[in-house]
């Protein structure tokens, strides 16, 4: 059975940092290219960044260029989010998702994870 189980969520101050993580299982994540999502209340969700399947290609959404960093560790299957001078309007349930082999929209991601919380709240 593929699984896509994010962690790491949880509440933190502006300006502060969390790094949530993406683990799979039931398929090997090297395959896939692992998009990461959120949405916060009241929104629909939005793209946030996505490295392809040997991590050649990266992208962020603007709202985030320069404080959050995607990174894969193959040999764990996992993909990280690394968020940095975090906002309140970063406060979101945080998704993963896969596809194959590279980036695409929202719909052309298969599996999806059950999603983290993230607040940003002082």
């Known amino acids: 059975q593929l699984q896509l189980v994010e962690s790491g969520g949880g509440v933190v101050q502006p300006g502060g940092s969390l790094r949530l993580s993406c683990a799979a299982s039931g398929f090997t994540l090297v395959d896939y290219a692992i998009g990461w999502f959120r949405q916060a209340p009241g929104k629909e969700r939005e793209g946030v960044s996505c490295?392809?399947?040997?991590?050649?290609?990266?992208n962020y959404a603007d709202s985030v260029k320069g404080r959050f960093t995607i990174s894969r560790d193959n040999a764990k299957n996992t993909v990280y989010l690394e968020m940095n001078s975090l906002k309140p309007e970063d406060t979101a349930v945080y998704y993963c998702?896969?596809?194959?082999?590279?980036?695409?929209?929202?719909?052309?991601?298969?599996?999806w994870g059950q999603g983290t919380q993230v607040t940003v709240s002082s």
């Open positions: 490295i392809s399947s040997f991590g050649g290609n990266i």
């Open positions: 998702a896969a596809r194959t082999p590279v980036c695409g929209t929202e719909d052309e991601f298969a599996y």
